[in-house]
């Protein structure tokens, strides 16, 4: 039987003092601010944070599909951002939890389903927890990414673009980080990029993500909100660490 646990409603009345639960440990860094200025800014679009109360860990932040900060095509569905389960909270339960809360909002709000971006690698959650809550794969995109829906009703399933390759191009020569406020560890992964880059001797620029629009058209990966692209080429769209990413260019 599933231990009972309180789920917090984060709103624009409580933001604040609740948090939204990354780096809860660090709510004096630049990256804090940015995501929680990035937050309230969301909460007129419809997004919604759900959080376990403590001592339990993790949270679920979802959005209607046209102001995903996703690179898709999700008009009409509920977007998840992000959804997390940690530590010893993992294997109670707790994730079909946080997602029966966006399903309600979603079907409360006569949306045709709910969707969200997995990834095999890292950085974003894995589709074996959607699977076993009657989420099908729609679509994939290199290099691990996977399109997951749960459909309520008739209804174009979400999509992602076709041109990723050409979206990378169009960046040219050196490093160009795309970043935005959506996760309050991109601050310090840009930072730590553009340091690389500059021991290696790369022209690097930084091009700052405004709005879910910019995220869509923008992107050269389904992540949307982080990408790195070194001459025309898309890297990675997680956090690295120098030495990561000085074995990438050695790779190449």
């Known amino acids: 039987m599933m231990k009972k646990v309180e789920i917090i ?18 709510m004096k860094s630049e990256g804090y601010r940015r995501k929680l200025d990035w937050v309230r800014a969301r909460f007129d679009e419809g997004m919604k944070i759900k959080m376990l109360k403590l001592p339990e860990r993790g949270f679920i932040e979802y959005i209607p599909g046209e102001y995903a900060w996703r690179t898709v095509n999700a008009k009409g569905f509920m977007f998840i951002h992000c959804l997390w389960v940690v530590g010893r909270s993992k294997g109670k339960g707790f994730g079909a939890m946080l997602l029966d809360e966006c399903i309600r909002d979603a079907k409360k709000a006569g949306l045709a389903g709910v969707a969200m971006v997995t990834s095999e690698g890292t950085w974003l959650a894995g589709k074996r927890l959607l699977l076993k809550q009657g989420f099908a794969a729609v679509a994939e995109a290199p290099p691990s990414f996977t399109l997951m829906i749960k459909k309520f009703k008739s209804a ?12 990378a191009r169009r960046f040219g020569k050196g490093l160009t980080v795309l970043r935005s406020d959506q996760c309050p560890y991109l601050e310090d992964a840009t930072r730590t990029l553009l340091e690389a880059a ?10 700052e993500i405004k709005t879910a629009a910019e995220a869509q058209t923008l992107s050269p990966s389904p992540y949307g909100v982080f990408n790195v692209v070194l001459d025309g080429r898309f890297l990675g769209y997680r956090y690295m660490l120098e030495e990561e990413f000085f074995q990438m260019l050695e790779r190449r």
Do not use: H, L, Q
Request: charged share 30%; proline share 10%; hydrophobic share 30%.
């Open 156 to 167: 174009p399933s979400p999509s992602f673009p076709k041109d990723w390759v050409a979206r």
């Open 198 to 207: 500059a021991e290696k001797g790369i022209r690097s620029r930084v091009i």
């Open 9 to 26: 409603d984060v709103r624009p009345s409580n933001v604040s003092e609740t948090g939204f639960f990354c780096y809860m440990s660090k």
